[in-house]
């Protein structure tokens, strides 16, 4: 049986098909540091997690960034912060708004440099890819 049919058995015994948000996701945390952000608006460090996104996500940011690859990474960087020390942040009350602004510039550029590595693969995954390449 293929890693696909597998994963897919897997998914329709555990009720997961059709609700791909409810799948695991890989997140990483980082420490910002608090000079990079806004005057005055956060007074210490502190850790950002992200998340990576589902394929409905990445499509939204697609269509929102108007085919600008440079808006797209940030509204998909911006997309994929999910908590902030630890607590998660709410989109539905403008959190995430609130903080993508009080970043400034230098801590936008941060998240957006770490959500790549999100999805980026590591050498070993690029290696074994580049390793078992077939044309056909």
Known sequence: MSALKKAYAKAT??????NFSKMPRKQISFTVDHSLCMPDVFDTDFEITLQSLTSRAEMQA?????????AMAFLMAKAS??????EPVDA???E??????ALDQGGRQLVVSMFAK????????AGK????????
């Not at 697609?62 to 440079?70: F, I, L, Q, V």
């Not at 912060?81 to 630890?86: H, I, S």
């Not at 999100?118 to 995954?125: A, E, L, M, N, R």
């Not at 890819?129 to 077939?134: I, N, T, V, Y």
């Open 13 to 18: 015994s555990e009720g997961g098909v059709g």
């Open 62 to 70: 697609a269509r929102e960034s108007k085919g600008d690859p440079t």
């Open 81 to 86: 912060v999910v908590a902030v020390d630890g």
């Open 92 to 94: 539905g009350k403008g």
């Open 96 to 101: 995430d708004d609130f903080l993508w602004e």
């Open 118 to 125: 999100v999805g980026t693969p590591d050498d070993d995954s």
């Open 129 to 136: 890819a580049e390793a078992s390449l077939k044309v056909h």
